[in-house]
């Protein structure tokens, strides 16, 4: 079974940075997309940067110029940079991977248990 595990979070001050990074691992036989999304207090999930096995990268205009998503194939693990921090970023992030276990298998997705990222003003 896949699992994906978050690490990175915590509490920050307005204006410092953070990185977040999420290891996949367990059946994989390919890795596509991997993406982080959040969901603050109240509010519903949204999705915050997805990048591509060829790491070409989207982003949600709030973080986009601030937030850098980036992967390394070899070791499954996909990154989230977050510098500029706003109090507006607070939330609970979490992690995404498009998954296909074996060549008989159709990609699923896999989520992570995701980690708070608290931005103090």
């Known amino acids: 079974q896949v699992q994906l595990v978050e690490s990175g979070g915590g509490l920050v001050q307005a204006g410092g940075s953070l990185r977040l990074s999420c290891a996949a691992s367990?059946?994989?036989?390919?890795?596509?997309?991997m993406g982080w999304y959040r969901q603050a207090l109240g509010k519903q999930r949204e999705l915050v940067a997805v990048?591509?096995?060829?790491?070409?990268?989207n982003y949600a205009d709030s973080v986009n110029g601030r937030f850098t998503i980036s992967r390394d194939n070899a070791k499954n693990t996909v990154y989230l940079q977050m510098n500029s921090l706003k109090p507006e970023d607070t939330a609970v992030y979490y992690c995404?991977?498009?998954?296909?276990?074996?060549?008989?298998?159709?990609?699923?997705?896999?989520w992570g248990q995701g980690t708070q990222v608290t931005v103090s003003s």
């Open positions: 995404r991977a498009d998954v296909i276990s074996d060549k008989f298998s159709t990609e699923r997705d896999f």
């Open positions: 990048i591509t096995s060829g790491s070409s990268a």
């Open positions: 367990g059946g994989i036989w390919r890795l596509n997309a």
